[in-house]
C-alpha cells in the first residue's frame, strides 16, 4: 500500500528564529498596549477602568495578531512549505 509523503520539516534555526521572533512582538505588543493606555488616561480628565482595558487588549492584541500573521508568512516561504504551490507548468498540470 502506498505511504503518503512525509511533511517537509523545517531546520530547527528556523523555528528558533520564529520563537524568538514571536517572543520579541509580545513585548513589543505589550509596550504599544502600555502606550495607548497611558495617552488615552492622559488625555481623559475622569476616565473608566473599562475604557483602559479595552484599550490596552485592543492595541496589544491588533499589534500582536498582525505582527504573527507576518512572521507567519515568511516562516512559511522560508521553511520550504511553498514551494510545491509555487512550481506550475501549465503544460503538465491541466
Known amino acids: 500500500m502506498p505511504r503518503p509523503?512525509?511533511?517537509?520539516?523545517?531546520?530547527?534555526s528556523y523555528t528558533n528564529k520564529l520563537k524568538r521572533s514571536m517572543k520579541l512582538l509580545g513585548w513589543f505588543a505589550a509596550l504599544v498596549a502600555a502606550i495607548?493606555?497611558?495617552l488615552v488616561a492622559r488625555g481623559q480628565s475622569a476616565f473608566h477602568i473599562?475604557?483602559?482595558i479595552a484599550t490596552a487588549l485592543g492595541m496589544g492584541?491588533?499589534?500582536f495578531?498582525?505582527?504573527a500573521l507576518m512572521l507567519l508568512i515568511f516562516?512559511?516561504?522560508?521553511?520550504?512549505?511553498?514551494d510545491a504551490a509555487a512550481r506550475f507548468d501549465p503544460e503538465n498540470d491541466q
Open 5 to 12: 509523503d512525509p511533511l517537509p520539516r523545517p531546520p530547527a
Open 36 to 38: 495607548a493606555t497611558l
Open 50 to 52: 473599562h475604557m483602559l
Open 61 to 63: 492584541l491588533a499589534v
Open 65 to 67: 495578531i498582525g505582527g
Open 75 to 82: 516562516y512559511s516561504a522560508n521553511s520550504g512549505h511553498d
